[in-house]
């Protein structure tokens, strides 16, 4: 079992920079690839960006690509997600999650954490 907590979110004007923490508890942190999802009122849950085991890979959902970058410290069993140029759009609950392969689909992971709340103010 991976228990997952996500921390970082709240409120910032459009422009502005957060960064999300997702610490990790149980098995080891550094079997697991790490995925970013966000869901918005109303809509469904969809990709943000992946980071593999090593955090040698990347990859990211086209609409954050170049704003939100993803990194891990496996030694603090903790990956983050830190997002620039925040624009309203970007306002959502954001959930990190852990599996065995880092892909852009949910079904692929395992362990989810209960999310952070990120509003972005215009």
């Known amino acids: 079992q991976v228990q997952l907590v996500e921390s970082g979110g709240g409120l910032v004007q459009a422009g502005g920079s957060l960064r999300l923490s997702c610490a990790a508890s149980g098995r080891t942190f550094s079997r697991f690839a790490s995925g970013w999802f966000r869901q918005a009122p109303g809509k469904e849950r969809e990709f943000v960006a992946t980071i593999s085991r090593s955090g040698g890979s990347t990859d990211y959902a086209d609409s954050v690509r170049g704003r939100f970058t993803a990194s891990r410290d496996n030694a603090k069993n903790t990956v983050y997600l830190q997002m620039n140029s925040l624009k309203p759009e970007d306002t959502a609950v954001y959930y990190c999650?852990?599996?065995?392969?880092?892909?852009?689909?949910?079904?692929?992971?395992?362990?989810w954490g209960q999310g952070t709340q990120v509003t972005v103010s215009s």
């Open positions: 999650a852990a599996g065995t392969v880092s892909t852009r689909w949910k079904s692929d992971y395992n362990y």
